[in-house]
């Protein structure tokens, strides 16, 4: 399984395209990753490039006037709000976003929302002390993460800082904590987390993500 965003994903972050909150983790990715940063520099540039070569084509008269109504009528702009500066090691593309406080789900693990206004993904940042293993899971959407510090491995391979670990509804896996670094990332979920396993039917009541 590849460290970076697939093609099509890459592709739609740098068409604008994608979820908020799915959005939000690949940019945290592009920020810390050299290799995902200039293949997404490439497709905007393509994507550029293309809307040079579209002929213009005229608007009919009363379309026009109805989107020189709409500018006419349009508020004036608000003064741009200054966003909050980062958290130390945080990426900057987290400034915008409330982060709220970080909260225990299970020994050694703790969970730090991060509210992303009209998201249809669900954005938090997870923290897991060395050495930890993760219950057992599935997904009925998708879970995009980027990991900011440490690493964890599965099933599918290891994972370490600045590494994009993308999983839909066909990946189940038991991540694994790295045994001396711990480990810390940013998920964006859609859909819902099954959990697997005695211990994970009894943790699933408790953990609502």
């Known amino acids: 399984m590849t460290r970076r965003p697939s093609q099509e994903t890459l592709a739609a972050f740098a068409a604008g395209t994608l979820d908020e909150g799915l959005s939000l983790v690949v940019a945290a990715h592009v920020a810390v990753n050299p290799r995902s940063a200039a293949a997404y520099r490439d497709l905007s540039a393509i994507g550029g490039a293309m809307l040079e070569d579209i002929e213009p084509a005229e608007m009919e008269s009363a379309s026009r006037d ?9 508020p004036a702009p608000l003064a741009p709000v200054a966003a909050t500066p980062p958290e130390p090691g945080l990426p900057a593309v987290l400034a915008p976003y ?5 909260m225990p789900i299970g020994r050694g693990v703790a969970l730090r929302r991060v509210e992303v206004p009209g998201a249809e993904a669900r954005v938090f940042m997870l923290r897991a002390k ?12 998708c ?3 980027t ?24 990946h189940a896996h038991t991540p694994h904590v ?9 998920v964006a979920l859609t859909g819902k987390v099954v959990f697997e396993g005695w211990l994970g039917r009894m943790l699933q009541p408790l953990v609502r993500l």
């Open 147 to 170: 990991i900011l510090d440490g690493a964890y491995e599965h099933e599918h391979g290891r994972y370490a800082a600045g590494d994009f670990d993308e999983a839909d509804e066909e």
């Open 130 to 141: 060395p050495g930890i293993w993760l219950p057992a899971h599935r997904h009925t959407g």
């Open 178 to 186: 790295d045994s001396k670094l711990g480990c810390t990332c940013i």
């Open 98 to 102: 409330r982060l709220g406080r970080w």
């Open 66 to 74: 109805e989107v020189l109504a709409r500018i006419d009528a349009s």
């Open 143 to 145: 879970e995009w993460t």
